[in-house]
């Protein structure tokens, strides 16, 4: 990323956060922090596949800003915690911490290399309170460490919803919520997969969507309580999990 580009990137973090009512969230340590991310981001996915959108300006609308809408449906300050499973590139976990810096975040993801990464932009950030697991969900999901820890989990994965719940609520204290990331054309999907949310201890507790400022891109968050502690038996293994969805 040349000056010219850092500029543009930043401005638009600066002025989507203020499109979002959170300008307040947007102090410079926080702009430069993500724009920080993102040219390290560009630099590693020349070596490493990490993100298929490679424009600085995509990256901090498409990426940056479409995570950054978690904030105005989640109560993250006070040393929350949140889990991010299948994290990949760091997405949504790592922008909400630059966001927030109290939150106590947990990057899950099955590929080492990613986290290795990950923990080397914290580093370079100064970004602390992250933990890395390197481990598949639904095997993490069994671990007592982790099960039932998190007051939050997040999801910015493709899978249908009932496998995306039976992966992330068992991480989720009662109270908590599960952010999924979807878009908004989920309605079916979404009614779908309510009786699977419920057998896992969850319910929908509502549909945020928004639009990423700048952009005529609206995506949604689907909200899910949980209510009630996930019955032992899971997450079970991923093949029964695709094979036979809850």
């Not at 952010?179 to 979404?190: F, H, N, P, R, Y």
């Not at 209510?227 to 036979?244: G, N, V």
Request: overall charge negative; glycine content about 8%; aromatic content about 6%.
């Amino acid at each position: 990323m040349d000056i010219q580009e850092i500029r543009a990137v930043s401005d638009i973090l600066r002025r989507g956060m203020e499109g979002y009512g959170l300008a307040e969230r947007a102090d410079p340590y926080a702009i430069q922090n993500m724009n920080g991310y993102c040219q390290m981001l560009l630099d590693k996915n020349r070596e490493m596949n990490l993100t298929a959108i490679t424009d600085p300006v995509d990256v901090a609308n498409l990426h940056m800003l479409d995570c950054a809408a978690l904030l105005n449906c989640a109560e993250l300050d006070g040393g929350k915690t949140l889990i991010d499973v299948g994290t990949g590139a760091g997405f949504p976990g790592m922008v909400l911490k630059m966001l927030v810096p109290s939150l106590e975040l947990t990057l899950l993801d099955s590929l080492n290399k990613r986290l290795d990464w990950l923990m080397e932009v914290c580093g370079e950030l100064s970004v602390q309170g992250v933990r890395t697991v390197h481990g598949r969900a639904e095997e993490a999901g069994l671990d007592p460490a982790l099960r039932e820890q998190f007051d939050f989990a997040t999801a910015r994965a493709v899978a249908d919803l009932r496998v995306l719940s039976e992966l992330c609520l068992p991480f989720v204290k009662v109270g908590g919520r599960f952010l999924a990331m979807k878009s908004t054309g989920s309605d079916e999907e979404i009614e779908g997969a309510r009786a699977a949310i419920q057998t896992l201890g969850g319910r929908v507790e509502r549909c945020f969507d928004y639009t990423i400022p700048g952009t005529d891109v609206i995506h949604r968050v689907v909200v899910v309580e949980k209510t009630a502690p996930t019955p032992a038996k899971y997450p079970r293994r991923w093949a029964k999990m695709q094979k036979a969805p809850l």
